[in-house]
Nanobody, 122 residues
């Protein structure tokens, strides 16, 4: 089992920045990749970014390319999402996820955090 706890959400004005963190615990040695998803009110959950644990290969959704950056600190078992140039449409609950099965896709995960709210005001 892997437990995930997100932090860093909050209220920010459009154009501002936030950095989300997700700390993993439990069987962290089994983590193959971690990622971020988001879900806005009335919408389906969507992929934001993913990163492989060993070589830090990253993949971002088109909607956040050039604005969001995913990174990881293996020693701290933590993944980050640096969000710059935030827009009101980025408002959502952001979820951290971990994969313990090796896959070719960075969009599929096995464990999920509880989420952290990000609100961007116009």
């Amino acid at each position: 089992q892997v437990q995930l706890v997100e932090s860093g959400g909050g209220l920010v004005q459009a154009g501002g920045s936030l950095r989300l963190s997700c700390a993993a615990s439990g069987r962290t040695f089994s983590i193959k990749a971690m990622g971020w998803f988001r879900q806005a009110p009335g919408k389906e959950r969507e992929f934001v970014a993913g990163i492989t644990w060993r070589n830090a290969f990253t993949y971002d959704a088109d909607s956040v390319k050039g604005r969001f950056t995913i990174s990881r600190d293996n020693a701290k078992n933590t993944v980050y999402l640096q969000m710059n140039s935030l827009k009101p449409e980025d408002t959502a609950v952001y979820y951290c996820a971990a994969a313990t099965v090796a896959r070719t896709s960075l969009r599929e995960y096995d464990y999920w955090g509880q989420g952290t709210q990000v609100t961007v005001s116009s």
